[in-house]
């Protein structure tokens, strides 16, 4: 099956640095890419969608300049966390869609998923 | 609004039983809808997808059921064994395309 590999899986940091957290699609083109953030015992939340070569599109209540996201080239999505603070501490997780992007019979795959966590 | 829940939050069951997971969604406008496998600290893995138009799909131990009109989904896992201790996810995409997810029932299997 498809495969997404999600770098680093955790990441330790001081309040006030950013933190680049990057989705790769090793054997297919995703045009396509989802961010989610998820918290302990709840549900995935979806922040953001990822166009490659153009904005992505957030979601209500997700900070654009917080969270930076760029979907540079079809197998490379990174989401970057600026300034992070004690909050942003959470879990995570990308995931793309096989082609044809935009069938709404497609899966999901996952990458394994960033434990963030900001002292 | 979409909202999907799962129940129960949490199972503990012995090896070898057979076990139903079960997840509702209000809007029976989807698409499809996905059960996944997540473990701690872990991505998402795909279990099985089932289209609007289906009923059920099967792969293995797992039998995925829709019933798109009343707004439920059942994973059945036959046989279960300890390697299944797990959270088990649904999420389904809606005619906005958006994927909403439930909050998972966390499944120990009792060796």
């Known amino acids: 099956g498809a495969v997404v590999s999600q770098h680093p899986s955790w990441v330790i940091c001081k309040s006030g640095t950013s933190v680049k957290i990057e989705c790769r699609s090793l054997d297919f083109q995703a045009t396509t890419m989802f961010w989610y953030r998820q918290f302990p015992k709840q549900s995935l939340m979806l922040m953001a969608t990822?166009?490659?070569?153009?904005?992505?599109?957030?979601e209500q209540g997700v900070e654009k300049d917080k969270f930076l996201i760029n979907h540079a080239s079809l197998t490379l999505s990174t989401l970057t966390v600026t300034s992070a603070h004690p909050e942003d501490s959470s879990f995570y997780i990308c995931?793309?869609?096989?082609?044809?992007?935009?069938?709404?019979?497609?899966?999901?795959?996952f990458g394994s998923g960033t434990q963030l966590s900001v002292l | 609004k979409q909202e999907v829940t799962q129940i129960p939050a949490a199972l503990s069951v012995p090896e070898g039983e057979n076990l139903v997971l079960n997840c509702s969604f209000t809007d029976s406008a989807i698409y499809n809808l996905q059960w996944f496998r997540q473990d701690p600290g872990k991505g998402l893995t795909s279990l099985l997808l089932?289209?609007?138009?289906?009923r059920e799909q099967t792969s293995g131990r797992l039998n995925a059921s829709l019933d798109k009109s009343s707004g439920r989904s059942t994973l059945y896992i036959a046989a279960s064994q300890p390697g299944d201790s797990a959270t088990y996810l649904c999420a389904v995409r809606g005619r906005d395309d958006k994927i909403i997810f439930g909050k998972g029932t966390r499944l120990h299997i009792l060796p």
């Open positions: 995931s793309a869609t096989t082609p044809p992007t935009g069938a709404r019979n497609e899966k999901l795959f």
């Open positions: 089932i289209q609007s138009s289906q």
């Open positions: 990822s166009n490659e070569g153009s904005k992505a599109t957030y």
